[in-house]
């Protein structure tokens, strides 16, 4: 088991960057593939981006496509998301999640069930 945290969150205009960061403890970062998640208010929590336990491999929604970008740095046990291109509809509470997959083939994970490891969220809000 990791614990996550989230950090970065914040109030910005459309138009706006920002970049969350996901600090994980515990020494076996390395062997879990991250994901990020967000949560509208009212709304069903959905996927935002993933990244393999090495890095090698990322995938996006449709809706983050192009203005977000999903790094990690196994050495510092973070993963961060830069999100550029901020609109309102990207407004929402951002969490951090993981999913321990070892050190054999590169995959990632879009479901909320796929991972099993959560942060506590952060709040990002983009006025028009």
């Known amino acids: 088991q990791v614990q996550l945290v989230e950090s970065g969150g914040g109030l910005v205009q459309a138009g706006d960057s920002l970049r969350l960061s996901c600090a994980v403890s515990?020494?076996?970062?390395?062997?879990?593939?991250m994901g990020w998640f967000r949560q509208p208010t009212g709304k069903e929590r959905e996927f935002v981006a993933a990244?393999?336990?090495?890095?090698?491999?990322?995938t996006y929604a449709d809706s983050v496509k192009g203005r977000f970008t999903i790094s990690r740095d196994n050495a510092k046990n973070t993963v961060d998301l830069q999100m550029n291109s901020l609109k309102p509809e990207d407004t929402a509470v951002y969490y951090c999640?993981?999913?321990?997959?070892?050190?054999?083939?590169?995959?990632?994970?879009?479901?909320?069930?796929?991972?099993?490891?959560w942060g506590q969220g952060t709040q990002v809000t983009v006025s028009s």
């Open positions: 990244i393999s336990w090495s890095g090698s491999i990322t």
């Open positions: 515990g020494r076996t970062f390395s062997s879990y593939a």
């Open positions: 999640a993981a999913r321990f997959t070892g050190y054999g083939g590169s995959r990632y994970y879009t479901r909320r069930n796929d991972y099993n490891n």
